[in-house]
């Protein structure tokens, strides 16, 4: 599909391709626990005793906190209001059922036809439907009898412009020693314990997650993701794992970096940012040993400096680093100033890639402009 | 975080409302023989607090009360939530309970720019300690603490109730944020007295107090990371002196978000 895939004079499409970067730890929780291992234990690569966080255990944080802001959200966690994701459904058969086959000629339709097809069946889903617009979604629309001249027309499925990929640990991780979480107490009184998810008997000591994310410019005019929704990610990955953390089986996990680089070629990005940090183990206890933000040292050495040698590619870079976390680049740390919004690693990277380039992200003033409205 | 304990009354039963030695004696019961029974003998803040038996009002059989524990280590909750299931008589003096069943609940006072207002569940009490008394004007000839009263004025109330939460934080809180009396600003935006009562505690096994408590609403606009985790610290320890007695377990009575929206969800 085109720039002008739906017929929506208001949608701004968006024109740059990005690179995310996102990091948070986890102390003493389980990040992602395994249903399959039995009793959701942390998921740990087998060889490097790394731990392993899928991408999709962060779309869910991602979609519960566009739920609790108001945005609508097509795939629901069980948790939310019921009824949501089928009523979006009856959205869509509802625009489906408005349409009468005998208005379109089938046998002809242009492209300008074509989206206006679209958006007449998906707009306003689309609209309504955030998470569909970051992740994409599959369709169970039936369009069946009179409406299957409509089929080859219409999308059965969305493909996400956003994409995450499952992250790792920077190091190997421990795992405590077993306890009884309040959840599995609780559940297994009541005699829930054959259900297995949620009991996070089994925690890792220390965690640094590094998650890789990239938004395909390509991509978006499918799922209408506008660049207000590519700039709500920047205050919206931070103040998810604030906000969707807090209860009790995921306590425990906070942001440390978040880094979006919006580049200025069309089709270009250099990939694989994530891949460019490492833990600094000169200045980080010994792994094993790790229990806290305060032990540990990311190393951004290789990172700034595929930035600055590529500096001719970015048109910004949009950043916020936790202040408690230290950052070594070429042996110097650095670590947060004196002031809300200043950090060392901000002053480097406007050294490697311009001043006027790097925009630091005030997560919680910017996050107003962001709400529904 | 807390547990919500779903009970049920098994005789027709007047409200006692002296329940506190009897609660704290079945939670410090059900802490024997774990690492959390340690702090019965020392004067540090035990690390939780409970509910009253609500709503506080005499029971016909069959009858349904809710109590909540709070506290800030989950594991410590897990050890009473275990032996509230494997003994579900609980007995609070006079007044026999069953308990029914058992949920948990996180309450979190929302991100920065979140306000809201923590009410004292019970009574609060605030220990002005004896070497303060002449910071505050409080005349006290003795060398005994002095507990606070409305006539102290609020000041005495502000710095002490921070005091006290800084002494949890250092317990409890992780040791590499501050703490409240590292950071700038105040806990609360706002007192509300609501009232003053006279209550005789249990204190120890042969010493009955009595105590002048006040209820309060505190009005509170989280300002950043660390004063939300701050409030959430007292939500869970509760706020004030003998906490293990069930005074000073604080709800969270009203929240909005800082974005014009009613809050999701609030806990009781």
Known sequence: MSDNAYADDSYEPVTNRSEIVFCYDAVDANPNGNPLSGANRPRIDPETQQAIVTDVRLKRYLRDQLDDDGHGVYVQNVKNEAGEQSSREDLLESRLRGLEPEDWDFDDLDDEDEAKLREEVFGAFLDNSADVRYFGATMSVDMKGSYEPFAEHLPDHFTGPVQFSPAKTLHPVTENEEYNSLTSVIATGEGKEQGGFDLDDHRIQYGFIAFHGLVDEHGAADTKLSTADVERLDTLTWRAIKNQTISRSKVGQEPRLYLRVEYKDESFHLGGLTRDLDIDEDRSVPTDELRNVREFTLDGTELVSRLDRHDDRIARVRVVASDVLDVTVDDETYTAGDEVGEHGFYDVLRGAVGDDIVEVVNVYDEAAATMPE | ?268
Not at chain 2, 181 to 196: Q, V
Request: hydrophobic share 30%; proline share 8%; charged share 25%.
């Open chain 2, 1 to 268: 975080m807390r547990v919500l304990v779903h009970l049920r009354a098994r005789a027709d039963t007047t409200y006692q409302n002296d329940y506190h030695h009897k609660l704290r004696g079945r939670i410090w019961n059900a802490l024997e023989g774990t690492e959390h029974e340690a702090v019965h003998d020392t004067n540090e803040p035990p690390g939780f607090s409970f509910s009253n038996p609500f709503p506080p009002q005499d029971m016909s059989e069959g009858d349904q009360r809710t109590l909540i524990v709070s506290a800030p280590q989950e594991e410590l909750l897990s050890v009473i939530a275990t032996d509230l299931q494997e003994n579900p008589e609980l007995n609070v003096g006079e007044m026999p309970f069953t308990v029914q069943g058992l949920s948990a609940i996180t309450p979190d006072v929302g991100e920065p720019g979140s306000s809201g207002t923590i009410g004292t569940g019970t009574g609060l009490l605030v220990r002005i300690p004896p070497w303060r008394c002449e910071d505050y004007g409080i005349d006290n000839p003795g060398e005994e603490a002095v507990y606070w009263r409305p006539e102290h004025t609020i000041e005495p109330l502000r710095e002490q109730l921070e005091a006290n939460l800084d002494k949890k934080y250092s317990l409890f809180g992780p040791e590499y944020l501050p703490g409240p009396s590292e950071t700038n600003g105040d806990l609360f935006d706002g007192y509300e007295l609501l009232k003053t009562f006279a209550v005789p505690l249990q204190v120890t096994t042969d010493q009955r107090l009595t105590y002048v408590l006040s209820k309060w609403q505190f009005d509170y606009t989280v300002r950043n990371d660390d004063h939300r985790r701050h409030l959430n610290l007292a939500l869970d320890c509760g706020l004030g002196e003998r906490n293990a007695l069930g005074l000073g377990f604080c709800n969270l009575t009203e929240k909005r978000d800082p974005y014009g929206k009613p809050a999701p969800e609030v806990h009781g």
